[in-house]
T-cell receptor, first 113, second 114 residues
Framework: AQSVTQPDIHITVSEGASLELRCNYSYGATPYLFWYVQSPGQGLQLLLKYFSGDTLVQGIKGFEAEFKRSQSSFNLRKPSVHWSDAAEYFCAADGGSQGNLIFGKGTKLSVKP | NAGVTQTPKFQVLKTGQSMTLQCAQDMNHEYMSWYRQDPGMGLRLIHYSVGAGITDQGEVPNGYNVSRSTTEDFPLRLLSAAPSQTSVYFC?????????????FGPGTRLTVL
């Protein structure tokens, strides 16, 4: 079955430190891949997406993600974290059927001052 | 454009009560869907629609009903609320069913069933 896995439930980083959030997918073929962010009490906002081509994609708020086919991974990175980045991050993939998304369980990011 | 709107923002129900969660979008999107979000579970698809008059079940459809009489609206009905339906519900829409289309999410409805 198609699935998206985010191995880390909760990550804490210091402000100004670099960040990497992990995402692995299990699909028969390379799906469309997405990263969303959810601030407390808010809806989901799209950070970036990967369809094909360049394996390094740039998103909003200084985030980027790298697609690695050999590792079935799509990890999210940011060189320097800001306190406002504290939120929950979801990796998602196109379910391949009627446009549905399959989400990982999310990674909660806390930022230490 | 208001995007995707959901009402109400918060709701408390008693077990056995019924209610309808409203979702509307003003982007003329064909595709609309409902997800529920539970702690540690991510978002799971309840029902979706690829156009007016067409709906289908997602991963967790039991206890929910949907209809799509217009392009703009996609209400979610809880027929007889149960405590297991306590969750945050998100409505989403996109221009089409291709995964290349960005999905836009509403702000969510937080539902508590006592």
């Amino acid at each position: 079955a198609q699935s998206v896995t985010q191995p880390d439930i909760h990550i804490t980083v210091s402000e100004g430190a670099s960040l990497e959030l992990r995402c692995n997918y299990s699909y028969g073929a390379t799906p469309y891949l997405f990263w969303y962010v959810q601030s407390p009490g808010q809806g989901l906002q799209l950070l970036l997406k990967y369809f094909s081509g360049d394996t390094l994609v740039q998103g909003i708020k200084g985030f980027e993600a790298e697609f690695k086919r050999s590792q079935s991974s799509f990890n999210l990175r940011k060189p320097s974290v800001h306190w406002s980045d504290a939120a929950e991050y979801f990796c998602a993939a196109d379910g391949g059927s009627q446009g549905n998304l399959i989400f990982g369980k999310g990674t909660k990011l806390s930022v230490k001052p | 454009n208001a995007g995707v709107t959901q009402t109400p923002k918060f709701q408390v129900l008693k077990t056995g009560q019924s209610m309808t969660l409203q979702c509307a979008q003003d982007m003329n999107h064909e595709y609309m869907s409902w997800y529920r979000q539970d702690p540690g579970m991510g978002l799971r698809l309840i029902h979706y629609s690829v156009g007016a008059g067409i709906t289908d079940q997602g991963e967790v459809p039991n206890g929910y009903n949907v209809s799509r009489s217009t392009t703009e609206d996609f209400p979610l009905r809880l027929l007889s609320a149960a405590p297991s339906q306590t969750s945050v519900y998100f409505c989403a829409s996109s221009a089409g069913t291709s995964g290349a289309n960005e999905q836009f999410f509403g702000p969510g409805t937080r539902l508590t069933v006592l």
